[in-house]
């Protein structure tokens, strides 16, 4: 198992795929927008994004961005041999996606590695070892553990009624200042506005599946007018509401029988 270093930039132009290797995206300038499998976040300089091996996911940059890549083949014996102890903490670690803040030290070291003129195969050898066993011994204070699953489907089945951040932070079992903090660390957004995108996909995905009035999918995602639903989408994915399920028809009855 070698792994592999890159520096990449990237422009504000939404892509999305899925690779058969995990994925570690450190932010060095600007900020990359992520969003796996629906779970969205933001990296900027000293924090990290974790892309699991096989999940479809889309990034755009917040601007012009660069970041350092590391990408780690699949296969566990060779995380064992790398890694010896710590293999188990970085597996957890590369099937958990999401963002994640760095440790100074860490974060030393992704801009030294950065900094290098060419990142050979030498360099992301051992580079990628030292990032993997520096992760594998971060505290646990650094890499949060927020229950997101419980959290995304609290915000699901409320999407319809108001929710607040102390909402979210008695789930947590945190303090509102403490969560907000928390979160913010995790996954690069604020916490409202993570509900607000979540809000804005299961519109999306209502939309595109049901034939649920226009003002009836706003009213079931939190929306009090139909003009500040539509205002919201618009600002979010460039459509309208008929625009969004005219695509949607159109992409359906292009697709073979």
């Known amino acids: 198992m070698t792994p592999t270093l890159s520096v990449r930039h990237y422009l504000p132009e939404t892509q999305a795929h899925s690779h058969d290797h995990a994925q570690l995206v450190f932010g060095l300038d600007g900020a990359l927008q992520v969003d796996v499998e629906g779970r969205a976040g933001r990296v900027a300089a000293q924090q ?4 699991p091996s096989s999940r479809r996911h889309a990034f755009a940059g917040d601007g012009a961005s660069t970041c350092l890549v590391l990408d780690v083949p699949s296969g ?3 995380l064992a041999e790398l890694l010896g ?86 789930l947590a079992g945190l303090s509102p200042s403490r969560f907000h903090e928390r ?58 509401p008929s625009a969004m399920r005219r695509a949607a028809r159109a992409e359906s009855r292009a697709k073979p029988a």
């Open 183 to 240: 979160f913010l660390a995790e996954t690069g957004l604020r916490p409202m506005e993570y509900v607000r995108r979540r809000r804005l996909r299961l519109a999306r995905r209502l939309l595109v599946t049901t034939v649920l009035p226009v003002g009836e999918v706003a009213a079931r995602t939190g929306y009090a007018s139909q003009s500040a639903f539509t205002s919201a989408l618009v600002r979010e994915y460039g459509e309208t």
């Open 48 to 51: 990290l994004a974790v892309i």
């Open 85 to 170: 102890g710590g293999a188990d903490a970085v597996r957890h670690l590369l099937d958990t996606p999401g963002t994640r803040s760095l440790s100074p030290a860490l974060g030393a070291l992704v801009s030294g590695l950065a900094a290098l003129p060419i990142l050979d195969d030498a360099i992301g050898r051992h580079g990628g070892a030292l990032l993997l066993a520096g992760l594998a011994q971060q505290p646990a204070a650094a890499l949060p553990g927020l229950p997101l699953a419980r959290l995304d489907a609290f915000i699901d089945r409320h999407c319809a009624h108001p929710l607040q951040v102390r909402d979210l932070a008695e």
């Open 76 to 78: 566990a014996d060779g």
